[in-house]
């Protein structure tokens, strides 16, 4: 036996929900906490997989681990970190715990139930949207975006509503039409009868950098409307840096990691996948459970007052470096949003505790 097997043992596991990796662990703690006869404890911590996987690459930089690649990171009495060999291991040396878990198929029945239940409880807090996506008229897997409306609540609401069924225009049929490896991939533009269909909205703020992988933001118009975004936008494949303070961060990919990889390898003739990637359908994202109602979309929510947002956009495009005649346009949408800005003396010291 373990020298520390009588001594009570905490563990924190975290873990992509849909994984079946998750799934094990997830059994392992239910028999720590509930059959178990000692005082070890575990806590679990679902995440989506992007999560996740910011989550590994801050512990290797904290210099806590030397190998992101593992499928789930429990960290014992917290200290040190085990992988999910590691956490068996312990578990079949220091309790009753038997190596018996549900077959495979079984395992992926789970996983796709606590998919769910993490959704719903997601979408509690932020809007979903889906997008079915098909390769060569072939489908591929499903992205999932949570909006960040509290944030960006203008923007949130306006994209939100080409997802709504009695929408004039949609995502649906839309190609894929731009892809930078290392960089990102675009989509979004409406087109009738061969002909773009321009639908716009004013840059609202650019609050939420461009900071990991699966960022959604808006492509703008360019000149000579270059503070209009308009209905094509981006999905980061990386951190893009150069993008904050240009394009309007609003969102941000929960799940389809494998399937952003399979669109990343597509090889592209002048930045085009040679390969057709199409969103096949879009639409609110809803839970399998019949019974669970999709939230009405909120309003923005008062964590931060939209003066100050106003007032941080102004600062923030201050520092902006366009054309003269970006500039021009510039001064204007500056010109007007001073002209409704409330004063408020605590809008820096507030702004900067949002951002945290």
Known sequence: MNSLSNIPNNFDIYGSVDSIVYQQAKILSDFLD?????DNKSNLNPMDPFEFSEFKTKLKQQGRMTNDSQSLIVIMNDNE??????????????TNFKDNFPEEYELKKLAIKEQDKFLVELQKKHPLLFLNITIEDRPVG???IKLFQNKCPKTCKWFYNFFKKNSEYSYNGVLFERLVHNGWIQTGEFQQDGVRIIDSIPIENFVIPHSSRGI????NLGPPNPTENSSPFMIQFKENPFFDK???????????????????????????????????NAG???????????????EFEDEVKPEILRNWFIKTNQEMHYTEGYEVKLQ?????????????????????EYLK
């Open 34 to 38: 509930n059959e178990d006869n000692s």
């Open 81 to 94: 970190i085990l992988d999910f060999n590691d956490f068996l291991k312990w578990m079949t040396k220091n």
């Open 142 to 144: 499903q992205f999932i």
């Open 216 to 219: 959604v933001s808006l492509c």
């Open 246 to 280: 240009k394009y309007v961060a609003f969102g941000k990919l929960v799940f389809g990691d494998n399937l952003l990889d399979q669109i990343e390898k597509i090889p592209t003739y002048y930045e085009r996948p040679i390969n057709e990637v199409r969103i096949s």
């Open 284 to 298: 609110i994202w809803q839970s399998e459970d019949e019974n669970v109602i999709v939230p009405e979309y909120k």
């Open 332 to 352: 204007e949408r500056e010109q007007h949003l001073e002209s409704i800005q409330q004063e408020n003396e605590e809008a820096d010291s507030l702004i900067i």
